[in-house]
């Protein structure tokens, strides 16, 4: 058995995976899958207050429909304004 399984006392297995799936949550590297990014920048997002999740102990947890709201952002830095006036 593995760390990340928890065994019951009729015999029953349950990976984390599994719960997760059944919960319809997804981690931040499923997250950068589908976004198309890395799981840092997933992460960055999450500090940023972009994208919300939930941290369990030391794993952010993402609602799927929360994807939607970074789904079409720009990429790339944002430009700087330009000057009207030049000397």
């Known amino acids: 058995m593995f760390v990340c399984q ?33 799981a840092n920048r997933v992460r960055a997002m999450i500090e940023a207050k972009r994208l919300k999740a939930t941290k369990v102990g030391n794993v952010w947890l993402i609602d799927p429909k929360d994807l939607d709201a970074v789904k079409n952002r720009k990429v790339g830095r944002p430009r700087k304004a330009r000057n009207s006036g030049k000397k």
């Open 6 to 38: 928890r065994n019951y006392g009729d015999g029953t297995l349950i990976s984390q995976n599994a719960i997760l799936w059944a919960m319809k949550i997804i981690s931040t590297a499923e997250a950068a899958k589908r976004l198309g990014i890395t």
